[in-house]
């Protein structure tokens, strides 16, 4: 049947509450394991308290010695004023152990495959943003704060259920009498007061927006455009709308439902007008002796703190990013797999790296895991040894992919690329990947020193000062200047100083020893004669390697020996640029495209001649 012991186990534990606590305990558990004791010290208080009292009037009113009672009352006194300071203390501790423990858990499952799967998938936006933004406080508080709130809610529901069970000598029905009573509110009150739908994709998307709009506005990165184009009031009004739908669902989300805080009022009262009138009518009837009232009274002034408080607000908002990061892992695992090798990785074919490789594209046929059809079908392409070989096409035509693929960040449906005959699969992956110098069109630009840019794992700087004057970047900033105005000492360059940076780390990695290069349009900022010149500079230091080179401006095409039209996911055109001019085909077209339009501008540029023949 549908309910089952062994389906409601599974349930409870599949509970983000539960999940949190299992991670919590797993994550830190020494200092979880405090951090429980005391909140079971601090649970016990009022009970205690209720006892101790009841206890010490016990004693006054029998005269009796009052030495024990007194010691009683003093230990329970001082756990009181002592345990919530020491558990807020350790619950901080916890809280901060358990983000780092997350945030390196997000950082494994960023980095630990091997593809980029992962990290190109937009259903897992959601997820990445819970598990990344958890701490900054914008879906609710910081874990190590959360953690005092978690503390007091627990504090409070077990702290009464405690005081309730004293009843227990009073009478058998007072304790559940009291949990239904105050319980009620858990139930009734669930949707007042508090906002507990923080982390709903709708709320998420309003967040990421307002966030986003937030972000054009304040960041230098758009302040051109945002002005060139009027946009300002767009993305003021972007901003508050967004804004204020997520004020909205706030709103609606938190208002008091006041017929159910009528009904638990109702409830409540009624529970304790019942019991404390019995308390009282058996006290003054003298069946019960002042230490019982006393302490009964206590116990079940105590068991309030049931009542609905923002414990489940709180372990929301704390179970959130576990349940994200947890269910990242293995996505993100699976995603960013690449096939398994077909043959453990040849030894021999991992070190024997020094010269150029000749890379074959054989049959290859490749498709997004999210895309809707073959980006690439049944491309073959070789690039021989120590050759340069240039890949034209449209936009969308599979280019940067044939790069991603060569980079092994992905792994072709069907077919292989073969590296000296090898599939790619079969070689050590670590050991290709610092075979291959690659240069992207997105590039990073590490906020770091320039040394650091050009050889991110460090280099001689005779290594850093040729690579860069090799990619005609010499003297743009102190090789110990950071690359970031926001840095002291900070140098902000054009994105053009950037692509020949870039470029000067992938020439610092041939001189390394890497014998393939990967160019993806990486000049694209560069004007014409700056891309010609500096791929000229490029071919000429990594002579000795194989190199593929993305590009669509045809004066830097031409420079490579050999050249492919890619369209539609195959390879239509290979051959040399005299060769291909010889065809007439698709790059005929496109070159001539080209320079018709250089020749355009040529009549209204005085050094015309020049720039056509540069961009010819
Ligand atoms: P090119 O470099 O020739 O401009 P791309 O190789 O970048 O083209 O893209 C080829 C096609 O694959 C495009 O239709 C693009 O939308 C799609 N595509 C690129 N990256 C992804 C991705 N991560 N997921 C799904 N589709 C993608």
């Known amino acids: 049947m549908a309910t089952s012991p062994a389906r409601i186990l599974g349930e409870l534990r599949a509970r983000p509450a539960t999940r949190f606590f299992r991670c919590l305990t797993r994550s830190v558990p020494g200092l979880a394991a405090a951090w429980w004791l005391l909140l079971l010290v601090r649970a016990l208080v009022p009970a205690g308290l209720a006892i101790a009292t009841g206890l010490l009037v016990g004693r006054v009113q029998a005269g009796s010695d009052l030495t024990a009672a007194l010691a009683v009352f003093g230990v329970v006194f001082v756990a009181s004023q002592v345990s919530p300071s020491v558990h807020q203390v350790v619950g901080a501790l916890l809280g901060h152990h358990l983000s780092s423990v997350l945030n390196d858990r997000l950082m494994a499952a960023s980095l630990g495959p091997d593809g980029v799967g992962h990290l190109e998938r937009g259903d897992l936006t959601n997820d990445l943003t819970t598990a990344r933004d958890f701490d900054l406080g914008w879906t609710g508080p910081p874990m190590f704060i959360n953690m005092d709130f978690i503390a007091q809610g627990l504090v409070m529901l077990l702290g009464g259920i405690a005081s309730s069970l004293v009843l227990v000598g009073f009478a058998w029905w007072a304790p559940p009498l009291l949990l239904l009573g105050w319980g009620s509110t858990h139930w009734l009150l669930r949707e007042s007061g508090v906002w507990r739908d923080r982390n709903t994709d709708e709320v998420k998307a309003a967040r990421r927006h307002t966030d986003y709009a937030y972000d054009l ?102 179970a959130a990013p576990v349940v994200a990061i947890e269910r990242l892992e293995v996505e993100m695992a699976r995603a960013g797999a690449l096939t398994a090798s077909r043959v453990a990785p040849r030894p021999s074919s991992t070190t024997s790296g020094s010269a150029a490789p000749e890379i074959r594209f054989r049959d290859v046929t490749f498709t997004y895991p999210t895309g809707s059809g073959p980006v690439l079908e049944h491309l073959d392409l070789t690039v021989p040894a120590g050759a340069s070989l240039a890949i034209v096409g449209q936009n969308g035509a599979g280019k940067t992919t044939l790069a991603k693929l060569l980079c092994r960040l992905y792994d072709p449906d069907s077919g292989s690329i073969e590296i000296d005959g090898v599939d790619l699969r079969e070689l050590d992956l670590v050991a290709w990947r610092s075979r291959l110098a690659a240069v992207f069109q997105d590039f990073v630009r590490y906020e770091l020193p320039l040394r650091d840019n050009v050889a991110p794992l460090g280099a001689d700087t005779s290594v850093v000062e040729g690579a860069l004057e090799q990619a005609g970047a010499l003297g743009l900033a102190e090789l110990d200047a950071p690359l970031a105005k926001g840095y002291p000492g900070g140098v902000e360059l054009s994105g053009g100083q950037w692509q020949r940076v870039a470029l000067a780390r992938a020439i610092a990695k041939v001189h390394g020893g890497a014998s393939a290069v990967l160019l993806d349009e990486p000049t694209a900022m560069l004007d014409v004669r700056g891309e010609s010149e500096i791929f000229r500079r490029v071919l000429g230091s990594t002579a000795a390697a194989t190199t593929v080179l993305v590009s669509h401006r045809f004066s830097t095409v031409r420079q490579a020996e050999l050249i492919c039209v890619v369209e539609q996911g195959r390879a239509l055109e290979l051959g040399t640029h005299d060769e291909l001019m010889a065809l007439r085909g698709r790059y005929f077209t496109m070159y001539d495209l080209q320079a018709s339009r250089f020749h355009d501008e040529r009549e209204l540029d005085e050094h015309g001649e020049e720039l056509v023949h540069d961009h010819l």
Do not use: C, M
Not at 218 to 231: D, N, S
Not at 237 to 252: A, C, I, K, N, S
Not at 260 to 286: C, D, E, K, Q, W
Not at 291 to 299: D, E, L, P, S
């Open 217 to 318: 506005a304040t960041e230098p990165a758009a302040a051109k455009e945002v002005r060139l184009f009027g946009l300002a009031p767009w993305l003021l009004e972007r901003f508050t709308g967004h804004r204020l739908h997520l004020h909205q669902l706030q709103y609606d989300a938190t208002r008091l439902r006041e017929r159910s805080l009528a009904g638990a009022l109702v409830i409540v009262l009624a529970t304790n007008a019942l019991l404390f009138g019995v308390l009282a009518h058996r006290g003054y009837a003298g069946s019960l002796d002042l230490r019982a009232v006393v302490t009964y009274a206590g116990a079940g002034f105590g068991s309030s703190a049931i009542a609905f408080g923002g414990l489940s607000w709180a372990l929301d908002g704390a």
